[in-house]
């Protein structure tokens, strides 16, 4: 019901920038009406959040991210962005994008960032 579709991923070095995007289609739903959420899984780890938009466009990022991460939706576009900058090896994962809506959890299949020199 909800189709998600990440890009932007690549092998970035340390303190570079990536811009992931996430692409929504829906037959449904309206993107308007949605919260969107991006969360990553590093090897051997669990998936985490990483930040997320509500309808009204405020945003959330977790502390390791803050000032370093934005996020923003184009709903003309059904698109959410994050930008990264500052990049660490530590940022290294599997990057998802989520829909949480009415009980269910929408994923994409995740784009890989790299951060290593």
């Known amino acids: 019901q909800v189709q998600l579709v990440e890009s932007g991923g690549g092998l970035v070095q340390p303190g570079g920038s990536l811009r992931l995007s996430c692409a929504a289609s829906?037959?449904?739903?309206?993107?308007?009406?949605?919260?969107l959420g991006w969360y990553r899984q590093a090897p051997g780890k669990e998936r985490a959040l990483v930040a997320s938009?509500?309808?009204?466009?405020?945003?959330y990022y977790t502390d390791s991210v803050k000032g370093r991460f934005t996020l923003s939706r184009e709903n003309a576009k059904k698109t959410v962005y994050l930008q990264m900058n500052s990049l660490k090896p530590e940022d290294t994962a599997v990057y998802y994008c989520?829909?949480?809506?009415?009980?269910?959890?929408?994923w994409g299949r995740g784009t890989q960032v790299t951060v290593s020199s």
């Open positions: 829906t037959s449904i739903f309206s993107f308007n009406a949605m919260d």
């Open positions: 938009i509500n309808t009204a466009g405020i945003p």
């Open positions: 989520n829909v949480p809506l009415r009980g269910n959890n929408y």
